[in-house]
């Protein structure tokens, strides 16, 4: 069975009155994460990764030693990312559980000090890529980044937030201004509960 573009949760310009505009997710979901589905699906036809997972093809098709991933990896892992990326957004307002608080105090010394290493990443990401919250296998939970379409899958981590850093995410709205985004994207657009859902 092939893979389908997921509904978005909420409506185009529900993110709008926050920061993200109905055209950057008319653009980002309609045109570029749907992309990566059928680029995917074609990609893996007649492969062996054919009826397989995402977690799976991502983790058998991704190679640490290649300066540049293959056409698989690229567009399956893209299309995990972004089916997360989605769900990890709120139109309403978003209460951060108090276990993630704590959890964000106990390993980063505040939320306040988490929101500026995340940030960090995500500016310090030169070119595409993803900013991410990770929970590693020892617990412990780290702030990571990734080049253009690798993810946390790729390393037996649990992925807690992912904030996407490619141009297309933030370039109507935000243009140039990366760090805006990312300060937008933690302050306004977080879906904290689900964030907690995933630890």
């Given at each position: 069975m092939s893979f389908q573009l997921p509904?978005?949760?909420?409506?185009h310009d529900a993110l709008a009155p926050h920061g993200m505009s109905a055209e950057t997710l008319e653009y980002h979901h309609d045109l570029h994460h749907n992309a990566y589905v059928t680029n995917g699906n074609k990609a893996i036809e007649g492969t062996k990764w054919e009826g397989k997972s995402l977690e799976e093809i991502i983790k058998?098709?991704?190679?640490?030693?290649?300066?540049a991933q293959n056409g698989i990896f690229n567009n399956i892992s893209q299309l995990w990312?972004?089916?997360?990326?989605?769900?990890?957004?709120?139109?309403?307002?978003?209460?951060?559980?108090?276990?993630?608080?704590?959890?964000?105090?106990?390993n980063f010394g505040s939320v306040d000090k988490?929101?500026?290493?995340f940030s960090?990443?995500?500016?310090?990401?030169?070119?595409?890529?993803w900013a991410w919250l990770v929970k590693k296998k020892d617990g412990s939970l780290a702030v990571t980044k990734t080049?253009?379409?690798?993810?946390?899958?790729?390393f037996d981590q649990t992925v807690l937030l992912?904030?996407?850093?490619?141009?297309?995410?933030?370039?109507?709205?935000?243009?140039?201004?990366?760090?805006?985004?990312?300060?937008?994207?933690?302050?306004n657009l977080v879906n904290w509960e689900n964030v907690a859902s995933r630890m």
């Open positions: 509904d978005l949760p909420y409506a058998g098709t991704y190679d640490a030693n290649a300066v990312n972004h089916n997360q990326f989605w769900e990890m957004m709120s139109p309403g307002e978003s209460k951060m559980p108090g276990e993630l608080e704590k959890a964000l105090n106990d988490f929101k500026a290493e960090a990443a995500g500016a310090g990401q030169f070119g595409s890529g080049e253009n379409g690798v993810n946390p899958v790729c992912g904030c996407d850093v490619w141009e297309h995410s933030y370039y109507i709205d935000f243009r140039n201004k990366r760090p805006a985004y990312l300060e937008n994207f933690l302050n």
